[in-house]
Nanobody, 126 residues
Framework: QVQLVESGGGSVQAGGSLRLSCAAA??????????MGWFRQASGKEREVVAL????????YYGDSVKGRFAISRDNAETRMYLRMNSLKPEDTGLYFC?????????????????WGQGTQVTVSS
């Protein structure tokens, strides 16, 4: 019933910016009480947490490699989550996934999340 769809990926030059969007459907009243997150997976590497945001949007978490460059946000009225990516580096290249799970607190473990999107590709060239 729950569907997550990512969009906004593409190819950019190093130093450029992109804004990813995750559209959620099937949550109804549950979206506003769910933890949302972005994960990414580069070729030959494990899927890693990029950013997390709690249900109320008052608390966020960022992976060390993206701190100061990425910003996660959500619009509960529109049941959407966003990831603004600035100062992109080639190492940011990968498939970016939207993830969600109902709950007050967020966890960094990939296995904790209940729902996943199909991913959107981000490619950063030097």
């Amino acid at each position: 019933q729950v569907q997550l769809v990512e969009s906004g990926g593409g190819s950019v030059q190093a130093g450029g910016s992109l804004r990813l969007s995750c559209a959620a459907a099937g949550f109804d009243l549950l979206f506003s009480t769910s933890c949302m997150g972005w994960f990414r997976q580069a070729s030959g590497k494990e899927r890693e947490v990029v950013a997390l945001i709690n249900s109320g949007g008052t608390n966020t978490y960022y992976g060390d490699s993206v701190k100061g460059r990425f910003a996660i946000s959500r619009d509960n009225a529109e049941t959407r989550m966003y990831l603004r990516m600035n100062s992109l580096k080639p190492e940011d290249t990968g498939l970016y996934f939207c993830a969600a799970r109902s709950g007050s607190d967020c966890y960094t473990s990939r296995s904790w999340y209940t729902y996943w999107g199909q991913g959107t590709q981000v490619t950063v060239s030097s």
